[in-house]
């Protein structure tokens, strides 16, 4: 089975750049969508795609995508912007695939 | 506007059984695969299971394989996730969610928590 690996916590200081990281053999060959999911609330797609921005999504929020590891970033990190953040791989070969989410706290 | 509105879910003994809706409104429902997702207390985001655009086709987790099945009624605009042989794990907040572009999770519904006790 395909495997996804993410840190367990991420911190980043307020108005500093956050990068998130999410590893998979050969990540770079498949699609890679990002959600951001906070206590009490629905999870919110905030990349598709690799690096496409659904509409509302702030352009603070970017992704990358190649080799084995795929990539959130978050420019300017607000207070707002602390919660879980989940990859999520789509390879049409595989089966539905998450990562085990990352804390991302802002100090 | 465009959204997913779950009900069902609840109290239920090991062993029984649960069924959970998620109707669909503001969009083509038929075009879209749809899936259901968990979230058990404390842990991360699980997938659970997926259903293709005409309900021909599903697939599901290994851990609920054989006891939970997924369907849908296009002519309803409605999601359904009927759960048998409940066990203690199975609790958690269900999610249903619709798959857009390259089958990302782009709405999702507010929750419905199972707990099985």
């Known amino acids: 089975s395909y495997e996804l690996t993410q840190p367990l916590s991420v911190s980043v200081a307020l108005g500093q750049t956050a990068r998130i990281t999410c590893g998979g053999n050969n990540i770079g060959d498949k699609r890679v969508h990002w959600y951001q999911h906070k206590p009490g609330q629905a999870p919110v797609l905030v990349i598709y795609g690799d690096d496409n921005r659904p509409s509302g999504i702030p352009d603070r929020f970017s992704g990358s995508n190649s080799g084995n590891t795929a990539t959130l970033t978050i420019s300017r990190a607000q207070a707002g912007d602390e919660a879980d953040y989940y990859c999520h791989v789509w390879d049409y070969r595989l089966p539905v695939v998450l990562g085990g989410g990352t804390r991302l706290t802002v100090l | 506007e465009v959204q997913l509105v779950q009900s069902g879910g609840g109290l239920v003994k090991p062993g029984g059984s649960l069924r959970l809706s998620c109707a669909a409104s503001g969009f083509d429902f038929g075009s879209y695969w749809m899936h259901w997702v968990r979230q058990a207390p404390g842990k991360g985001l699980v997938w659970v299971s997926n259903?293709?655009?005409?309900?021909?086709?599903?697939t599901s987790a290994d851990s609920v394989k054989g006891r939970f099945t997924i369907s849908r009624d296009n002519a309803r605009d409605t999601l359904y996730l009927q759960m048998d042989s409940l066990r203690a794990e199975d609790t958690a907040l269900y999610y249903c969610?619709?798959?857009?572009?390259?089958?990302?999770?782009?709405?999702w519904g507010q929750g419905t928590m199972v707990s099985v006790s």
């Open positions: 259903i293709n655009t005409d309900g021909s086709s599903s």
């Open positions: 969610t619709r798959g857009g572009a390259y089958d990302a999770f782009d709405i």
